[in-house]
C-alpha cells in the first residue's frame, strides 16, 4: 500500500517560515508526481502545488513566491518550504500522490500562523 507520512507542522508568527516534509513508502517515488494541499477551518481543501517528476513546480497564486516545493528522491520525500507565513496560511497541509490513476492522502500537519 501507498502511504504517505506529514510532518513538520506547528505553530510560527506572522512573517516566519516553517518547512514541511512528507515521507512516501514503497517503490517508484521518482517516477510520480506530487503534490500539496491544505484545508483551513470551514474551508473546502485546496491544491497548494505540485512538483513533477522531474522537478518542475506549479503553485496556486496565494502562496506563489512565499512556498517552494521540492523533493530527495534518495529519501522518498518532498518538502514545502513556507516563508513569509500569513494567518491565513493556518491550515491542515496533505501531501498527496497518485497510482493507478487514485489519489493517496497523508493524513496531513497542523500549520498554525498566529502572533
Known amino acids: 500500500q501507498v502511504q504517505l507520512v506529514e510532518s513538520g507542522g506547528g505553530l510560527v508568527q506572522p512573517g516566519g517560515s516553517l518547512r514541511l516534509s512528507c515521507a512516501a513508502s514503497?517503490?517508484?517515488?521518482?517516477?510520480?508526481?506530487m503534490y500539496w494541499h491544505r484545508q483551513a477551518p470551514g474551508n473546502q481543501r485546496e491544491l497548494v502545488g505540485v512538483i513533477t517528476s522531474d522537478g518542475n513546480t506549479n503553485y496556486q497564486p496565494s502562496v506563489k513566491g512565499r512556498f517552494t516545493i521540492s523533493r530527495d528522491n534518495a529519501k522518498n520525500t518532498v518538502y514545502l518550504q513556507m516563508s513569509s507565513l500569513k494567518p491565513e496560511d493556518t491550515a491542515v497541509y496533505y501531501c498527496?500522490?497518485?497510482?493507478?490513476?487514485?489519489?493517496?492522502w497523508g493524513k496531513g500537519t497542523l500549520v498554525t500562523v498566529s502572533s
Open positions: 514503497g517503490t517508484g517515488f521518482s517516477t510520480r508526481a
Open positions: 498527496k500522490t497518485i497510482y493507478g490513476g487514485k489519489d493517496y
